[in-house]
């Protein structure tokens, strides 16, 4: 039998060791590598780049491998944004990789290898006030997107992102491939009395409740989510409002969409960051998911709602859709579409039976053993 010549992969770890191994790249990192894992590809050498002078990351499945270790400023990922393009040039080469990974925008800027990018969204181009606004974040985003159009390949998390990056950074669609994400595998919602009863005892909260997850920048539209819940709360007056996420820098644009969508304060519920256990016990005693994002590269949360047999009340926006189908209510972003489209969900016994009944289906489309060989697939390809 001929013998396998393998392919030399680094692969970007360094989010899971910073603030983001809890945010949406940590998470599809770690489950991706987990997947690597299970998979065990005898044709593929892995290093994985780290973080020399950050604590260890979580202990998680990894596939057999070496690291190669690089040490970073403290607010790492404006470091890895400003810094990449010239350290990595002179780091990687120690690895000798033939194809780098990179799930974040962290490209060098002189290279000999084949590159890949995982493109989440496209966010600080659509609200540059928000996310441009200091001069390194300009120059960094303006450089690393330069790079990512001289990647070999891009992965994009969903059909909207793959939209976006071929029409925003001018990339050709055959440099573009979609490769969506998928839940935790270790996501175990309980049943939903049992959620319900965990959900009373942690947090004092006992239902009906809708359930917002995430941060609170502004392309998730705090003023909608509010006010969509304000609306449904005149009419359902045992109805609360539970947002669960880190109340952190981005807290006032919370507290702002609080006072002026005139939401009754004493039924909303602000649990801070949550533990994975208490949040599947969140997402399966809540009567659906009300999400307000005005754009998600792909749309984890509604995911993670859909796998806990919980629909969505949301917004037709970015990838939701694409996660959703028909497991849930989206609307176009128009003045009351929200509020309505939750009146119509908490009034109608049957609507919300059916579609309870398609959410964990819908779920069970994505999976990170899927995407793992589709993005092994593209390693050997490129």
């Known amino acids: 039998m001929p013998s396998v010549t393998a392919v030399r992969v680094t692969f970007d770890a360094r989010h899971l060791q910073t603030v983001a191994r809890v945010r949406g790249i940590g998470r599809y990192s770690r489950n991706l590598l987990a997947a690597f894992a299970r998979t065990a590809p005898p044709d593929i050498e892995w ?36 810094l990449d393009p010239v350290l990595l040039s002179f780091e990687l080469p120690f ?44 120059v960094g985003h303006a450089w690393q997107y330069a790079l990512a159009r001289r990647a070999d390949a891009i992965i994009a998390v969903s059909e909207a992102t793959k939209r976006d990056v071929i029409e925003r ?19 175990a919602p309980p049943a939903r009395d049992a959620a319900l009863t965990r959900v009373r005892e942690r947090f004092s909260v006992t239902s009906p409740y809708v359930l917002y997850v995430g941060q609170f920048d502004p392309r998730k539209n705090m003023d909608g989510l509010v006010s969509a819940f304000a609306r449904a709360a005149e009419r359902h007056r045992d109805l609360r409002l539970v947002i669960a996420g880190d109340l952190g820098k981005l807290a006032p644009f919370l ?23 208490d949040l599947a016990a969140l997402y399966a005693g809540a009567e659906c998911l009300l999400h307000a994002a005005l754009l998600e590269g792909f749309g984890l949360t509604p995911l993670e709602s859909l796998a806990a047999g919980t629909p969505v009340v949301g917004l037709r926006a970015g990838a939701v859709e694409e996660v959703v189908g028909e497991a849930g209510i989206l609307v176009d972003d128009r003045p009351e579409a929200l ?28 999976s990170w053993d899927s995407a793992a060989e589709a993005t092994l697939a593209l390693y050997r390809a490129v």
């Open 95 to 138: 690895a000798r990789p033939q194809v780098y990974h990179s799930v974040q925008l962290g490209l060098p800027a002189v290279r000999r290898f084949r590159a890949i990018v995982t493109i989440h969204d496209l966010a600080p181009l659509r609200w540059p006030e928000h996310y441009l606004r200091l001069p390194h974040a300009r």
């Open 255 to 277: 507290y702002d969409a609080l006072d002026r969508g005139r939401a009754p304060r004493e039924r909303v519920a602000l649990t801070g960051h949550v533990s994975d256990v």
């Open 339 to 366: 509020a309505e489209a939750l009146l119509r969900y908490l009034e109608d016994d049957v609507l919300r039976g059916r579609l309870r009944s398609l959410a964990r289906g819908r779920a069970s489309r994505f």
């Open 169 to 187: 950074l001018r990339v050709p669609e055959s440099r573009v491939r979609v490769i969506p994400e998928a839940v935790d595998a270790s996501f």
């Open 47 to 82: 290093t994985l780049l780290r973080l020399r002078n950050f604590p260890s990351a979580d202990a998680a499945p990894l596939p057999p491998h070496r690291d190669l270790r690089t040490l970073r400023l403290r607010r790492p990922e404006l470091s890895m944004l400003a």
